[in-house]
């Protein structure tokens, strides 16, 4: 209860509000606690799931894909014409297992582009022209 003295000051006023101003600070500490938190485990996730692609990963993924191209092209170019061979290259254990994350993080953004552009064609109806 407050008390009022002859000054006509509430002594527990003051206390009361630091109480409140101390919860306040308390709870701002706490959210910036979990949200650094948040921060901090999202970081480690993004480096858990990043890995270093070495410079022979890189070469040997631009080649194929320039490959991969001129394939595309020829068989625009020579429909009924039987496309080149390509034997398999050659490449470290540590190369192959990089190539195959890129590989698999390309598939799963071409997929996500795809569902995107599946919703965008629904939402436009234009699903059965």
């Not at 080649?63 to 020829?74: K, L, M, P, V």
């Not at 470290?92 to 582009?113: G, H, P, T």
């Amino acid at each position: 209860m407050a008390e009022i003295h002859e000054t006509g000051v509430d002594i527990n006023q003051y206390e009361n509000s630091l109480d409140g101003e101390v919860g306040e600070v308390e709870e701002r500490a706490g959210a910036e606690e979990q949200g650094m938190a948040e921060e901090q485990s999202m970081a480690e996730e993004e480096r858990a799931e990043t890995f270093a692609v070495t410079r022979s990963a890189v070469m040997l993924w631009d080649y194929a894909q320039e490959i991969a191209q001129d394939n595309t092209e020829f068989a625009h170019a020579h429909p009924h014409a039987p496309r080149p061979v390509h034997p398999p290259m050659q490449m470290s254990r540590r190369d192959k297992c990089l190539l195959a994350l890129m590989v698999e993080d390309r598939r799963e953004a071409v997929i996500r582009l795809w569902e995107e552009l599946n919703e965008i064609e629904r939402l436009l109806g234009l699903e059965n022209i």
